[in-house]
């Protein structure tokens, strides 16, 4: 190996095809020309957020260590290997990032040794290099798991450009994963054990709704649950490991609801500074679930049908027709026949959404699942809150079941949330609950009720202390001591 050049300027490699430049004859190799790579004259101190662990795989050790010092110059740490054999025991003793394989390894092929690679490491990203690059050769190693080809020749330059997008996709997804978290976090998992006979026959007909392909309605109240049901049944069909999508259609005006959909192109609007794709392309061969679909004007309604019947788009303010495999799953608390009868909503867009039309009942109608659900939420939310267990009393149970919930689930969860947080004893009373809830219990002590004078001061004291902000605040409505009411307080919690 010989460097040409100073320590001002940046020192060109010029690969013979051996390794010792006493062995190397006179004229390199077919395969040893292809790489042009100018290393930095100093280690270029790395941006990565985590080093990149690099193997390189090539049959060639010129090839081996040029490609190595260019990959640590950036910052990865660096293995390099000629067979494939090499490449599998180096994967069991050490986890690699990124792999840079080639495709001619001596009498084996590097096409072969990608899934191999792929089995041996889940998440492990392989980048296929190439002298011989045609459309094909790159389709085959998409198709088998490669993440990316390098055609040869290439230079540092492209070497740096691949290690900053391989690191931004893997920032991305830690990112992903992190939201994914906060998410789950956020809000219970989708559970849909029902002990409600509506809600049965409901579930029964999602096994044969997720594997058809045809479109599928939602209609119930609002917070019966429709975007759950629609995660559900993504979850359940043969599209679950691609993409599943949300559009909330009344947030967005016409304008940019069609951009959010389709995606814009440079100069369509004010702020389109360049061509984006639309949910409609991200959600490729997923679910693309649009939630409230009454609420979309007229023309965003036969673009909508357009697609739906033939796969195809444009973006705004384009003219080349797109494809996209995508399936819809779409949400309502409208009554869309009406709807259709007054003019606002196509009838020939309500027939193809219609295909699979499945009925969410309201939480009034299913009073089995009333308290089973308010236990989930209580359970979840002292997780997140951090608080001592909780449970609820049976005159609160009495209140939640006597109460109709127009606003279904959803305000169930955020009642029960609210008790959990504000109420500071284990078991929670009715007054933990929102006023026009804890108005239908009837067991609540009653002054000149039939009750002892304990249940008397019990619901009293914890009711001042549900709406008072401090605990010395409290204290001093009551009359009483902190030390007073924290004993106090303390023997409700332990009763």
């Not at 290099?129 to 080809?149: F, Q």
């Not at 609950?433 to 609540?444: F, G």
Request: charged share 25%; with cysteine.
């Amino acid at each position: 190996m010989s460097i040409s050049g100073n320590l001002g300027r940046a020192p060109q490699l010029q690969l013979p095809c051996s390794a010792n430049a006493a062995d190397a004859p006179s004229a390199t190799s077919e395969k040893s020309r292809w790489l042009d790579v100018q290393l930095p004259a100093k280690t270029i101190p790395s941006s990565l957020s985590t080093a990149v662990r690099a193997l390189v795989i090539d049959d060639e050790k010129n090839i081996r260590v040029t490609l190595s010092l260019c990959l640590e110059s950036i910052g990865c740490q660096v293995a390099a290997v000629a067979s494939g054999n090499a490449a599998m025991e180096a994967l069991e003793r050490q986890t690699f990032d990124l792999v840079l394989l080639d495709l001619r390894l001596g009498d084996e092929d590097g096409l072969d040794l990608l899934p191999r690679l792929l089995a041996a490491r889940s998440g492990l990203s392989v980048v296929l290099m190439t002298a011989y690059a045609t459309i094909d050769t790159a389709v085959e190693a998409m198709k088998r798991g490669a993440s990316d080809c390098l055609p040869k020749p290439f230079t540092s330059t492209q070497i740096r450009n691949l290690v900053d997008q391989f690191e931004r996709r893997r920032s991305t997804l830690h990112r992903l994963a992190d939201l994914e978290q906060q998410l789950k976090d956020a809000a219970p998992d989708a559970d849909l054990e029902t002990r409600s006979p509506k809600m049965q026959a409901l579930l029964g007909m999602i096994g044969p709704a997720a594997d058809a392909a045809v479109p599928v309605l939602l209609r119930g109240e609002n917070g019966t649950g429709k975007g759950v049901l629609a995660r559900w049944l993504h979850a359940q069909g043969p599209r679950r490991d691609k993409p599943f999508v949300v559009v909330n259609c009344p947030t967005l005006s016409h304008e940019l609801l069609a951009s959010e959909l389709f995606g814009p192109t440079r100069g369509a609007f004010t702020g389109a500074v360049r061509d984006q794709p639309g949910r409609v392309e991200a959600a490729e061969g997923g679910t693309l679930f649009l939630d409230e679909i009454g609420e979309i004007t007229l023309d965003l309604q036969a673009k909508l049908l357009r697609f739906l019947q033939d796969k195809e788009f444009e973006r705004v303010g384009e003219t080349r027709t797109r494809r996209a495999d995508v399936r819809i799953v779409a949400a309502t608390n409208r009554n869309l026949e009406a709807d259709v009868a007054e003019g606002r909503f196509r009838e020939d867009l309500l027939y193809r959404l219609n295909v699979l039309e499945l009925h969410l009942p309201p939480l009034r109608e299913r009073p089995e699942d009333i308290i089973p659900l308010a236990e989930r939420f209580v359970a979840f939310a002292t997780q997140t809150s951090r608080k001592s267990v909780r449970e609820l009393s049976p005159a609160t149970q009495e209140a939640l079941l006597s109460y109709p919930w127009p606003g279904n689930v959803r305000e169930l969860r955020n009642a029960v949330e609210r008790a959990v947080i504000l109420w500071p004893t284990r078991v929670i009373e009715p007054a933990a609950l929102p006023e026009r809830i804890a108005a239908r219990a009837t067991s609540t002590p009653q002054l000149g009720g039939d009750c002892t004078l304990d249940c008397i001061e019990r619901e009293h004291i914890v009711r001042v202390v549900a709406r008072t902000a401090t605990f010395e605040e409290a204290a001093r409505i009551l009359g009483i001591e902190s030390s007073t009411l924290w004993r106090k307080r303390k023997r409700y919690e332990d009763g």
